[in-house]
């Protein structure tokens, strides 16, 4: 090596070694790393990379240490080229470090620098044939208080999606793919929009999901789905309202008379032989287990379960679709919004019911009898239960 590249290398081993240091844990690690996952997709990952820690901490060192002291009696002489490559050391060493600490990553510079990739787009093509006839006969048959309480449901899940969307879209998405709000329809009543605005009040506090490619699908692509959805059924419903009671906003429809039930032939307490006449029927009953242990039930109809005491009476009367009757005014399918109108404030805190994600209510009725509706947020009431009050 002759003598000019050996004073270049002696000018710039150093630098070279402190930008060495700065760029080897990118490929070398020596630590600890953490992955979360949430149904099989990683919602959060922190890497500790302690041998990258200490290579930046000695380059940084190695580096402030020679801006120091080049030009000191003993030392290098200031060169340019030589300052040059020190001081593009500082930055890639403080980078190093971040980077190994696990405050950052280069998916994280990406994603802050040109954004995340666009999110599916929706593939709602409007509603179904089948969905348009069973909205429009229904709108057509319903009393007023059952058409508002429709009205009423589709919007509150038309705000909790369009809440949620724009939640996550602003948390991931710098507030792009924002959904815009549906105006209220003009004859939503008093008692509606109080629970609307309640809904909105609520959905304010809840914290945005983790950025995640599913949550993208999930709050975004499919979320806008449901909301046109809705939209679409909602446009059904209010056409039916006005056209049948009028643009003027709904006032408070309350029951006119007191819970009683309809379309149930027998009455808790009766004996099995009387239930048998009463749906004119012999069918034996059929064992079931229970959390008491193995019991009798009779299935006399479609949408009806009379489960049996030790003594053979009727015990519990439960009701299913496609149970066409009538509980307190409620059939079944009926929203919980339909359910609390007619019914009022459950007697204690509902509790999970038998069905998929349903919570139960409890009512008392009069001539000592308890009922107990099984609710789904989407679906209303499930099913309903008939059983004394004790």
Avoid at 117 to 125: G, L, M, N, R, V
Avoid at 204 to 214: D, G, I, L
Avoid at 241 to 259: D, H, K, L, M, N
Avoid at 264 to 269: Q, R, S
Wanted: with cysteine; net charge neutral.
């Amino acid at each position: 090596m002759n003598e000019p590249t050996q004073d270049l290398w002696r000018n710039l081993k150093r630098p070279l070694v402190a930008i060495l240091l700065g760029v080897l844990p990118f490929w070398l690690f020596l630590g600890a790393s953490e992955r979360r996952k949430v149904n099989g997709e990683v919602v959060f990952e922190s890497d500790l990379n302690l041998l990258g820690v200490g290579m930046a901490i000695i380059a940084l060192g190695l580096a402030f240490t020679m801006l120091r002291r080049d030009g000191s009696p003993g030392q290098p002489q200031r060169w340019w080229p030589r300052t040059l490559v020190v001081i593009a050391a500082i930055p890639l060493a403080l980078f190093q470090l971040g980077y190994s600490i696990g405050f950052y990553s280069f998916k994280d510079i990406e994603i802050a620098v040109f954004g995340r990739p666009a999110p599916p787009p929706p593939d709602y093509a409007g509603l179904a044939p089948d969905v348009k006839k069973s909205v429009a006969e229904r709108s057509k048959t319903q009393d007023q208080g059952h058409l508002h309480d429709d009205i009423v449901s589709t919007l509150l899940r038309m705000t909790e999606a369009r809440s949620r969307h724009n939640a996550y879209a602003t948390a991931c998405y710098r507030g792009q793919w924002q959904m815009a709000e549906t105006a209220l329809p003009g004859m939503l009543g008093e008692a509606g929009r109080s629970q609307i605005a309640e809904r909105v009040r609520s959905l304010a506090s809840e914290p945005a999901s983790p950025c995640t490619p599913n949550n993208t699908r999930l709050y975004i692509t499919k979320l806008s789905e449901a909301y046109s959805h809705d939209a679409d059924i909602l446009a059904f419903l209010v056409a039916a309202y006005e056209g049948r009671f009028g643009t003027a906003p709904a006032a408070q429809i309350v029951p006119a008379t007191p819970p009683a039930i309809e379309g149930v032939p027998v009455t808790v307490d009766a004996s099995m032989e009387e239930a048998q006449r009463a749906f004119g029927t012999t069918s034996p009953p059929q064992p079931y287990t229970s959390a008491g242990g193995e019991r009798l039930a009779l299935y006399p109809g479609k949408g009806f379960a009379l489960y049996l005491s030790d003594d053979k009476k009727v015990e519990t009367i439960r009701l299913d679709a496609p149970f066409e009757g009538k509980v307190g005014g409620v059939r079944i399918g009926d929203s919980l919004i339909t359910l609390k109108r007619l019914m009022g404030e459950p007697v204690g805190e509902p509790f999970p019911g038998t069905g998929l994600d349903t919570l139960a209510y409890l009512y008392h009725l009069p001539g000592g009898i308890t009922a107990r509706f099984d609710t789904s947020a989407g679906d209303g009431v499930q099913a309903i239960l008939l059983f004394k009050t004790n």
